[in-house]
């Protein structure tokens, strides 16, 4: 019982038992006419108004590929994501095209010893990413493989595109990021990701493709990518962390601004892209939802390593729901506008929507 200066409250406020409440209501209902929860009252009910459902059409699992055979080494910041030696990552997207998962993306993590100031490994046909396409095609034909087009993974200082006296170089990043391209579609890639930001890089791509016979090779470009602090998991996964110097401000975009991002993606489809997306996912769904409004064009979020890595520590914990937490994150993308979903949950989401029914 509350006391207050030494007397109860009751005296004062005069409590009245809930039942004599609830035989009022009984009596005298609310008058109204509209019922929200009228909808929500059986689950069949809210099926069958639910405005956005999320499918495995909806899925694009990013899968980290490294040299040897037979190896999976986790991602210790990552829980639940590995890097995959090539034969096996063409075992994942056979799992991919089971669960009905019509897209994974390549990330390589390119031995130390390749890497140097131009990313040069990013050229070599039959780099680590070259191998992964042409055995996953081989054994999983009808599965769709995107590749970024950067040059983090592969250079000494960790930075998307050619380093000189501290200075990021556009153009002639761009010409780098062509023939990368190039290399990446001749080993069998459906979609190229251009993730570096440098201006002019998809009209560029773009005419290459189609001058080499290319044609049917789609873009997604990173039209929207911001200078977050949600990458950190990401460039553990690729080794890039270590080496970074510096930060990418320069060519990624700043988080306070929206209207930039609506330039950029103006400009990519202008030059050519397909399809677009925004990174990272959660904190910018209010981009995804400019950008959708605006371009009526295939529009993508990538829910960065970041993302996981916080919603899987809580679950870990047992501080979130971790699957309820997981699905919820998804539908708030297809809410805000996306047709689909780059996120590492890929398999988990796919196989809980197939024991659904």
């Known amino acids: 019982m509350a006391v207050k200066f030494g007397r109860p409250l009751e005296r004062k406020i005069g409590f009245v038992p809930a039942e004599a409440d609830a035989t009022e209501i009984q009596r005298n209902p609310l008058d109204l006419t ?8 059986a689950e069949w009910a809210r099926r069958m108004v639910r405005e956005h459902v999320l499918t495995t ?13 037979n190896a999976r080494t986790p991602v210790p910041s ?38 140097d100031e131009t990313g040069s490994e990013a050229l070599n046909p ?16 009808d599965i769709g493989i995107l590749c970024d087009v950067a ?8 930075h998307d595109g050619l380093l000189r006296d501290g200075v990021i170089l556009n153009d002639e990043t761009v010409a780098v990021l062509v023939r990368q391209a190039l290399v990446q579609a001749e080993a069998g890639c459906d979609i190229i990701a251009p993730s570096d930001m440098m201006d002019g890089r998809v009209g560029a791509i ?28 990401f460039r553990d996964a690729v080794g890039s962390s270590k080496t970074l110097t510096g930060d ?42 400019r ?51 780059l996120t590492y949950f890929a398999p988990r989401v796919a196989e809980k929507l197939k024991s659904s029914g």
């Open 57 to 69: 059409d909806n899925l694009i699992w990013p899968l980290f590929i490294r040299d040897g055979d």
């Open 206 to 233: 773009r005419k290459a493709l189609d001058r080499n016979d290319f044609t049917d090779v789609s873009i997604m470009s990173y039209a929207a990518k911001y200078a977050s602090a949600f990458y950190g998991p």
């Open 126 to 141: 039959d780099n680590l990413v070259c191998r992964a396409i042409r055995a996953i095609k081989k054994e999983v034909p």
């Open 291 to 341: 950008v959708k409004e605006t371009f009526a064009m295939p529009t993508f979020a990538y829910q960065v390593s970041g993302e996981y890595a916080m919603l899987m520590a809580a679950a870990q914990n047992n501080w979130l729901d971790g699957e309820r937490a997981m699905m919820e994150s998804l539908i708030a993308f297809k809410r805000a506008g996306c047709d689909g979903v």
């Open 248 to 289: 990418k401000r320069t060519y990624q975009m700043d988080p306070g601004n929206t209207d930039e991002a609506l330039r950029e993606v103006a400009l990519d489809v202008e030059e050519g892209a397909d399809m677009i997306m925004v990174k990272p996912g959660m904190p910018y769904l209010d981009i995804v939802q």
């Open 78 to 115: 990552m829980p639940g994501v590995e890097r995959l030696s090539v034969d096996q990552a063409v075992r994942e997207a056979e799992r991919a095209a089971n669960l009905t998962i019509p897209c994974i993306a390549l990330f390589p993590y390119t031995d130390p010893g390749l890497r």
């Open 151 to 158: 040059l983090d993974p592969f250079t000494s200082h960790g």
């Open 34 to 41: 509209v019922r929200m929860r009228r909808n929500r009252r």
